[in-house]
Nanobody, 118 residues
Framework: VQLQASGGGLVQPGGSLRLSCVAS????????????IGWFRQAPGKERELVSC????????YYGDSVKGRFFASKDTAKNTAYLQMNSLKREDTAVYYC????????RGKGTQVTVSS
């Protein structure tokens, strides 16, 4: 099982980024008994936060309160890739972002750094 997150970088407040997470060793396709996929973030000095989780019902993803209405999770089962579209970014969104199988932090891949700064 491997997860590779990418797409992080430096962005100004109010900007957007799209993170990608390529999964291998398991499927994200629910029709093939696929796994849920989640995004966590960890900032220095802050508690780890579950940002989103695309589970059995992808039409009803979970979002953390701090990102509702700004972040949108999706997946492309043909590419076995999950995405996190992040809009209206704020300084407090600065963190390392991880994608995780089954929305389980212990099943995360390598993270990607997102820095929101002017």
């Amino acid at each position: 099982v491997q997860l590779q997150a990418s797409g992080g970088g430096l962005v100004q407040p109010g900007g957007s980024l799209r993170l990608s997470c390529v999964a291998s060793g398991f499927s994200l396709d629910n029709s093939l008994d696929g796994s849920a996929i989640g995004w966590f973030r960890q900032a220095p000095g802050k508690e780890r936060e579950l940002v989103s989780c695309l589970g059995v019902h992808p039409s009803r993803p979970y979002y953390g309160d701090s990102v509702k209405g700004r972040f949108f999770a999706s997946k492309d089962t043909a590419k076995n890739t999950a995405y996190l579209q992040m809009n209206s970014l704020k300084r407090e969104d600065t963190a390392v972002y991880y994608c995780a199988k089954d929305c389980d932090y212990d099943l995360r891949g390598k993270g990607t750094q997102v820095t929101v700064s002017s």
